[in-house]
């Protein structure tokens, strides 16, 4: 029991994401299966013992803490903020809306974990469902591809951090760190990239705002705000640039 508790497979928020990881890239099957890792929400003769009302209680808690997880230990994090941080320095005000941008970079972060998942599918569920593995052995199978994941976008600073906070001692090997280190040392670290490239992009545009704020005030154009006025410009510079096939395409290459 303690190995496992080490490695972040079984217990504490280790047990929680690779749950909800198991279930991500399960759910269509758990819908026909009528059953949740071995759990049937239906009485028969291999069903829990635990009764219907607490196994609805447990999955619909694990369905909403889904839309986080997905939000915060997905590369869904950094790529909203660098779609947001694009919007607020063409300012376009609400256009792209909030729905498309969300929209755009949940389509790219499944394109980024679709391996990840498959994996966890083909390792954790399938040997599960087939009885070759038990629910404990299955979620730790899924938890190995997450925590690598997990340790290979996230900074050591950061990692050490955590290690310092929850009084965890030194691993050995990157498999060994817990997912209790790994979640939040990878999600300040997709935060620091994520303001790093925004501010990349704020820069040409800056210069635009500040050329155009020069001028209009040079020649007595105080009616008028700036950013009115350097708004089309900046628009303008961005498509013909092609500037959604350069920042979409490296995005999706910075996670390779």
Do not use: C
């Not at 997905?74 to 660098?82: A, G, K």
């Not at 809306?97 to 969300?102: E, H, T, Y």
């Not at 929209?103 to 954790?124: D, Q, R, Y």
């Not at 501010?199 to 009115?228: E, H, K, N, R």
Request: charged share 10%.
């Amino acid at each position: 029991m303690e190995r496992r508790t080490e490695s972040g497979g079984v217990g504490g928020p280790g047990l929680t994401v690779a749950i909800l990881s198991l279930l991500f890239s399960s759910a269509a099957s758990a819908a026909t299966s009528g059953s949740l890792f071995g759990i049937s929400l239906v009485d028969g003769k291999g069903g829990s013992s635990i009764g219907v009302p607490m196994q609805i209680t447990v999955l619909m808690t694990l369905l909403a803490l889904l839309p986080a997880a997905v939000m915060s230990v997905t590369p869904f994090l950094r790529i909203s903020i660098v779609l947001h941080f694009l919007r607020q320095a063409l300012g376009t005000q609400t256009v792209p809306s909030n729905q498309v941008l969300v929209g755009l970079s949940l389509f790219l972060t499944m394109l980024v974990v679709g391996p990840l998942f498959s994996e966890i599918h083909t390792n954790a569920w399938i040997p599960m469902e087939q009885g070759s593995l038990t629910q404990e052995q299955a979620i730790e199978a899924a938890g190995k591809p997450l925590k690598a994941f997990l340790a290979k976008y996230a900074r050591e600073k950061d990692i050490k951090l955590f290690l310092e906070i929850s009084h965890s001692p030194a691993p050995r090997t990157p498999n060994d760190l817990d997912l209790k280190v790994l979640i939040p040392a990878y999600i300040i670290s997709e935060l620091k990239a994520g303001f790093q490239i925004g501010a990349v992009l704020f820069l040409p545009f800056l210069v635009i705002d500040i050329v155009v704020a020069s001028v209009t005030l040079s020649i007595g154009m105080v009616q008028l705000p700036p950013v009115m006025l350097s708004a089309p410009f900046k628009i303008l510079l961005f498509v013909l640039v092609d500037g959604w096939n350069l920042l979409i395409g490296s995005l999706i290459k910075s996670f390779y």
